[in-house]
């Protein structure tokens, strides 16, 4: 068994605990929150049998093995290197951190304290991900990869009448590329690899973070075009073009279905669903949840060999968490994947670097 701690109180912390009940070797064993009254709170309703409101109480717990964390973007990194230099494994919520130097501190941690460090990703470990990447060849040379995630706010009509909540609050390193834009990059990256070079331009609002933006990446012969906005919506499919045909893809997000679309006129609609996917758990199905192919993905990790703890290293101080840009957080550190980071090479799967 794996015993899971929890890090944030929020809707997100509830859906990844609802699909990591489904994973046999999931243990929810404590919960964390800042105030004694909200960790309690947290703990009826979920089901858990401890809680932690010490940061570092939790780090040195030897009933805890792994911990989830789904704390602002602004803390990620922090908190991760706390658990990690006490010998903890750690799944983060995305994006991982709030730069790249962030992101390079993290492994360190992870490879010099021989744990598991896992982005929750969920795009590119869903079952059907894996069918697009099998269909691939299919359409010959690929010109171009287009993707948009734009989905309008519920927390922007509240911006707009002046109440700037977390999700456009820069401190904590939010915005539309942090929260949704990533589910674009994400995909990108593990079918086609680093871009040469990317073109980016975006809508700052008031409170200094994006609202929108659009990024052109240039990949030698193919480009990618990526879109994404939390102030307006868009229903467009995402769509990757080659010379034999394209591919039409429901929802970069969270894809269920899409179909090839050959140059002769033929049409194979039937190809890729997640309902041709394998099941990856006697109880996590082809028709589960999400957020279960992550927890899986986490749990098959190899490396829960107990370690002994090391001494915790002083974290790197930040003046402005927002001097590097979301965009190059992941690729000049080979960190823009949906894997997992751990002093043994065998954890890592290799098609998701």
């Given amino acids: 068994m794996i015993r899971f701690a929890t890090i944030g109180t929020n809707w997100i912390t509830e859906a990844f605990l609802d699909a990591a009940r489904l994973v046999d070797s999931f243990e929810l064993a404590a919960v964390y929150s800042r105030t004694e009254e909200t960790a309690k709170q947290f703990a009826d309703k979920v089901g858990a049998p401890r809680t932690f409101t010490d940061l570092q109480k939790l780090a040195e717990s030897d009933g805890i093995d792994a911990v989830y964390i789904a704390s602002p973007n602004a803390l990620h990194a922090e908190q991760a290197i706390l658990l990690m230099n006490h010998g903890k494994h750690v799944l983060c919520e995305k994006p991982l951190a709030s730069n790249a130097r962030e992101v390079k501190a993290m492994i360190e941690a992870a490879e010099r304290n021989g744990v598991v460090l896992m982005e929750a990703m969920k795009a590119t470990l869903l079952p059907t991900f894996r069918s697009i990447r099998e269909h691939l060849p299919k359409l010959g040379r690929i010109r171009r990869y287009v993707a948009n995630y734009c989905q309008y706010s519920s927390r922007y009509d509240a911006y707009k009448q002046g109440t700037v ?13 942090m929260d949704i834009g990533v589910y674009c990059l994400y995909p990108m990256v593990v079918l086609f690899g680093k871009p040469k070079s990317l073109k980016a331009q975006s809508l700052k609002l008031e409170s200094g973070v994006d609202g929108e933006g659009t990024i052109v990446f240039d990949y030698g012969g193919m480009d990618g075009i990526v879109f994404y906005s939390k102030i307006a919506n868009s229903y467009l499919p995402a769509e990757i073009q080659g010379e034999e045909g394209s591919m039409i893809i429901d929802a970069i997000h969270t894809p269920t ?78 960190t823009l994947f949906s894997g997992v980071f751990s002093a043994s090479s065998d954890s890592v799967d290799k098609q998701n670097q």
Avoid: M, Q
């Fill in 165 to 177: 909540l977390n999700a456009f609050n820069p401190a904590f390193s939010n915005g539309a590329l």
């Fill in 257 to 334: 279905k899409a179909e090839i679309r050959y140059r002769d006129g033929r049409t194979n609609r039937r190809c890729i669903t997640r309902r041709k996917s394998l099941s990856v758990s006697s109880k996590a199905g082809n028709g589960s949840r999400p957020s279960t192919h992550t927890a899986i993905r986490f749990g098959r990790s190899k490396s829960w060999t107990k370690r002994e703890d090391k001494p915790a290293s002083s974290f790197p101080p930040t003046s402005d968490k927002r001097n590097v840009p979301t965009e190059s957080v992941r690729g000049p550190v080979g």
